[in-house]
């Protein structure tokens, strides 16, 4: 009982950090966040040092790829809106295909990193992170493609 009040409480800070920096306008910079998630997921699977620096490496790596599909998505979310302003309907139709395209990306990243992060933990942390994934899911309801335990949303 004691090992769940300390996640809870583990979790409930780190999502409120989150929160309240993007309420804010101060978006954390991704080293951050991911040395959040590594931090999170270092308490909850007791992560080896190697196991860290393969997650930092990982995730890093993932949050540079998110960041350049992100300004991409932007990018085309505004020429949406300007095809729609000027009732461009093949534009419409070409650019709702590249934001499709764009966020297969968003997600594919995503869950490489996270089948690559699965890879690095041992059995035991492996039979751990299943039983609190269930558990999230069964009370919290799916975090959709991709979605990891530690995953900044």
């Known amino acids: 009982m004691k090992d769940r009040i300390q996640k809870l409480l583990l979790t409930s800070t780190f999502v409120t950090t989150l929160l309240f920096s993007q309420k804010l306008?101060?978006?954390?910079?991704?080293?951050?966040?991911?040395?959040?998630?590594?931090?999170?997921?270092?308490?909850?699977?007791?992560?080896?040092?190697?196991?860290?620096?393969?997650?930092?490496?990982?995730?890093t790596d993932?949050?540079?790829?998110?960041?350049?599909?992100?300004?991409?998505?932007?990018?085309?979310?505004?020429?949406?809106?300007?095809?729609?302003?000027?009732?461009?309907?093949?534009?419409?139709?070409?650019?709702?295909?590249?934001?499709?395209?764009l966020t297969a990306q968003q997600v594919s990243t995503k869950a490489k990193a996270n089948a690559a992060f699965y890879q690095i933990l041992t059995p035991d942390q492996q039979a751990k992170f299943n039983q609190i994934q269930s558990q999230r899911h069964g009370r919290f309801g799916g975090r959709g493609p991709g979605g990891f335990l530690g995953d900044p949303q």
């Open 62 to 101: 993932a949050a540079t790829t998110a960041l350049t599909v992100r300004s991409n998505l932007k990018t085309a979310h505004q020429s949406l809106g300007n095809a729609v302003k000027s009732n461009d309907i093949s534009s419409i139709d070409q650019v709702s295909i590249t934001i499709g395209n």
């Open 25 to 59: 306008g101060n978006q954390p910079d991704p080293a951050t966040l991911v040395q959040h998630r590594v931090n999170f997921l270092t308490t909850i699977l007791s992560l080896t040092a190697a196991q860290q620096q393969q997650a930092m490496t990982i995730f």
